[in-house]
């Protein structure tokens, strides 16, 4: 377990050395960037666009600008261009926004999921595995921008159900917290439990046929527990991997679209307006922030895993 | 006269497959008796295995159809019985040891765990003395150190302790009726006795009916007392262990006793065999099954030939062939040098 912790801790400085790398250096190739300009205001003659650059060291080497920026991100100083504000405080403000967003949606598309998708292995070929499978293609295929506008359109304005927008804190109000967040939960989980429901029913299908289900049945254990304790927990390592890492995306930012749809001030909308500014330290410090939860979240999946099946041993 | 444990009567079972229908099983009749050991044998795809998992409502699908009978202690039909009444007598009254004991066990939960969940299916007793009569079963049936290894998991056990966990499992709540699927083929030679002797000694104990299915016929002489021989879903003879290693009547037979090596003859140049393929369930030939491959068939041969005795004062051995029994006992030779062994069959 130490050993797995330490190689874990590794992985994570590379990987978040090589995301900083590679998400710095990707601002130098674009041809018109000039965060210098940008700073100084749309009115900025050139002297002042240089006093800027100076300023900022943009003037200097690109490693040399890494290092500091670096160097800002992990004593907190570091500021967005656009708004002056403190990128690392930004985060931190922003951060029970996405959570509150991310951990409840997260619990439903799973727990939504495991369902339709043993409901459609069950019945398999017949009606209800038919109309399950048909919605989560149109789960899966429908872009979340999409999505999301539906069903603001038809649950906060043709039908008044729902606020339009805005959001408002657990410790205000829990009640109005969750009103406030149904519809984004729905948005962010109808994806992935389009997705993660058809691979469920594949791999219960898969496993419906192995020698120890029949040993299982030959037991004379009820059907109902043929299927919960053999079929169904033998089914669910896939869906373990792949709900730690799109968590860890979604903790991370990912849920961009929804939180700007929605008008929720969470990480996601700060990073969208990043990128649509060309604003590198929120941009950086999302990517890090990103590749952070995906090593924890990588690493807690694989300790589940461990846990779910005696086969699987942790190494690094 | 012994007890009558199981009576099946034209058992069928048919599936239905992109291919078309196959009739796995078809019009197969036999029974067990308490303290009996049934050995079934027949190549791959003869319909064995469907047969004895038929018994126990394991073939059941929405693509299979069933007919006949299959009577458990003279009243319960196995074939008509609902899913409910079913998982009552599964694992409690008849109970099944299965082939690839690596497959058959759940890799994620613990030995003991496995065998406390069959008892706990059927007897409301605490998972404590559950677990108790696990580590009896599990010593009984020689796994050393039963009460850590009962904590172990299937990866953990070699093939042969798999096995004998397997038959721990199937003993567990000392069922009358234990079907063992080809319990050794998945096993090394030396183990196969070993496990052999334990299934037939641990049933011979608890007094069990035991149908043992079986493409081995070293097996077979081992430990049955009756044998039916299936060929392409049917029952094509059945009989005492020592009519069918001695009067074999159907070429079939003939041909798979032909087949087996012996250590005590000189080596043959080439390992005999039944020259051709058995038939595609699907198109199954028009009358006997075997008809294509039997170098005695004649034109009756297309017709159906019903099990019946045809050799008299043994009214239980029965087979499939138009053929009489003198035409029999004077061709047999030619399929090589069965029936009329010099050596002695171990029996």
New interface residues.
């Given amino acids: 377990m130490a050993r797995f912790v330490v190689r874990r801790g590794i992985s994570m400085i590379a990987l978040l050395f090589a995301t900083s790398v590679v998400v710095f250096a990707f601002f130098e190739l674009i041809p018109s960037y000039n965060p210098a300009r940008a700073i100084a205001g749309r009115n900025a003659n050139a002297t002042t666009v240089a006093e800027v650059s100076r300023k900022f060291g943009f003037d200097k080497p690109i490693y040399t600008q890494y290092a500091n920026t670096m160097k800002l991100i992990f004593t907190g100083q570091v500021i967005d261009y656009q708004d002056d504000l403190n990128v690392v405080d930004q985060f931190k403000q922003r951060f029970p926004v996405t959570l509150s967003l991310v951990i409840p949606a997260g619990i439903f598309w799973l727990v939504a999921a495991i369902l339709l998708g043993s409901l459609s292995a069950i019945r398999a070929?017949r009606i209800a595995d038919r109309a399950v499978m048909v919605a989560a293609i149109l789960g899966v295929s429908i872009p979340v921008f999409l999505l999301a506008a539906l069903l603001l359109y038809l649950f906060a304005y043709k039908l008044p159900w729902f606020p339009n927008t805005g959001y408002v804190t657990f410790a205000q109000s829990p009640t109005q917290w969750a009103y406030h967040l149904i519809l984004p939960w729905f948005s962010i989980a109808v994806l992935s439990i389009g997705f993660y429901s058809r691979v469920l029913r594949s791999n219960l299908l898969d496993m419906v046929n192995?020698?120890?289900v029949?040993?299982?049945?030959?037991?004379?254990?009820?059907?109902r527990?043929v299927f919960t304790?053999?079929v169904l927990?033998?089914s669910l390592m896939p869906i373990i991997t792949m709900f730690g890492l799109d968590f860890a995306t979604l903790l991370g930012g990912a849920a961009l679209v929804t939180e700007t749809v929605f008008n929720l001030p969470g990480v996601g909308q700060y990073e969208a307006s990043a990128i649509g500014n060309l604003d590198v330290p929120p941009i950086l410090v999302g990517a890090m922030f990103t590749a952070f939860f995906v090593v924890i979240f990588g690493a807690l999946a694989d300790v589940l895993y461990a846990l779910?099946?005696?086969?699987i041993r942790l190494t690094g | 006269m012994a007890e009558r444990l199981l009576d099946v009567e034209h058992l069928q079972v048919t599936f239905a497959t992109e291919d078309g229908m196959v009739r796995a099983v078809d019009d197969v009749s036999f029974t067990l008796d308490r303290g009996e050991v049934v050995a079934i044998v027949g190549e791959s795809g003869s319909g064995k295995s469907v047969t004895v998992m038929t018994l126990m409502g394991l073939t059941r699908s929405p693509n299979s159809r069933f007919g006949g009978t299959a009577r458990l202690g003279g009243d319960r039909d196995l074939i008509a019985a609902s899913e409910e009444q079913l998982e009552g007598i599964r694992g409690q009254e008849i109970a099944m040891i299965f082939q690839d004991p690596i497959s058959s066990l759940s890799p994620v939960h613990r030995i003991g765990d496995q065998i406390v969940e069959q008892i706990r299916a059927h007897e409301k007793i605490s998972k404590a003395a559950a677990l108790d009569r696990t580590v009896d079963l599990m010593e009984r049936v020689g796994i050393p150190r039963a009460r850590d290894r009962a904590r172990a998991y299937p990866h953990e056990f070699s093939g042969g302790m798999r096995q004998r966990a397997m038959i721990a499992m199937a003993l567990s709540l000392s069922p009358s009726v234990l079907i063992a699927d080809e319990p050794t083929t998945a096993l090394d030679v030396t183990i196969q006795a070993q496990i052999l002797q334990e299934v037939a000694q641990l049933s011979k104990e608890s007094n069990s009916g035991v149908i043992f299915v079986t493409h081995d016929l070293g097996v077979v002489a081992d430990i049955a007392d009756r044998v039916l021989v299936m060929y392409a879903g049917r029952v094509v003879e059945q009989g005492t262990l020592d009519e069918i290693f001695y009067d074999p009547q159907h070429p079939y037979t003939w041909g798979l006793l032909g087949s087996v090596t012996r250590m005590d003859r000189e080596p043959p140049r080439r390992l005999p065999a039944i020259p051709g393929q058995p038939p595609s369930l699907v198109n199954t030939p028009q009358g006997c099954h075997f008809r294509p491959r039997c170098p005695h068939a004649f034109d009756r041969c297309t017709e159906v030939p019903p099990l019946e005795a045809r050799v008299q004062d043994a009214p239980d051995h029965l087979d499939r062939c138009w053929l009489s029994v003198e035409e029999k006992r004077a061709r047999r030779l030619v399929d090589g040098r069965i029936g009329l062994a010099t050596g002695s069959v171990t029996a």
């Fill in positions: 070929g192995q020698d120890f029949r040993t299982a049945k030959a037991k004379g254990l009820s059907q527990r304790r053999h927990r033998n779910l099946d005696p086969r």
